[in-house]
């Protein structure tokens, strides 16, 4: 089970990180990875970190702006996301499964957590 959280209202040029804990001890085996959902839009990968977080991968949106990292030894890996844009504003979702951007690869996901950038 995923957890994702730490989202909210922040202004444009602000910074905010997400974490997505997990319970479960095959966690640190998976990679896991970030998806965001904007109203009318389809879910969009931004960003994935293999199992031992020694890999990482983006989405060329924001390559530069978001940093994904994990800790294993808590269950959780984080989002940080820098130089928040109005575009940014999105549910993000963080999913467990295979190191890939795309959506079919991830086998557990998270409920989101609601990310607005006001102008």
């Known amino acids: 089970q995923l957890q994702a959280c730490g989202g909210g209202l922040v202004q444009a040029g602000g910074s905010l990180r997400l974490s997505c804990a997990a319970s479960?001890?095959?966690?640190?085996?998976?990679?896991v990875g970030w998806f965001r959902q904007a109203p009318g839009k389809e879910r969009e990968f931004e960003a994935v970190i293999n199992w031992s977080g020694g890999s990482a991968s983006y989405a060329d949106s924001v390559k530069g702006q978001f940093t994904i990292a994990r800790e294993n030894a808590k269950n959780t890996v984080y989002l940080q996301m820098n130089s928040l844009r109005p575009e940014d504003t999105a549910v993000y979702y963080c999913a467990a499964g295979r190191y890939a951007s795309i959506r079919s690869a991830y086998k557990y996901w998270g409920q989101g957590t609601q990310v607005t950038v006001s102008s």
């Open positions: 479960g001890r095959t966690f640190s085996s998976y990679a």
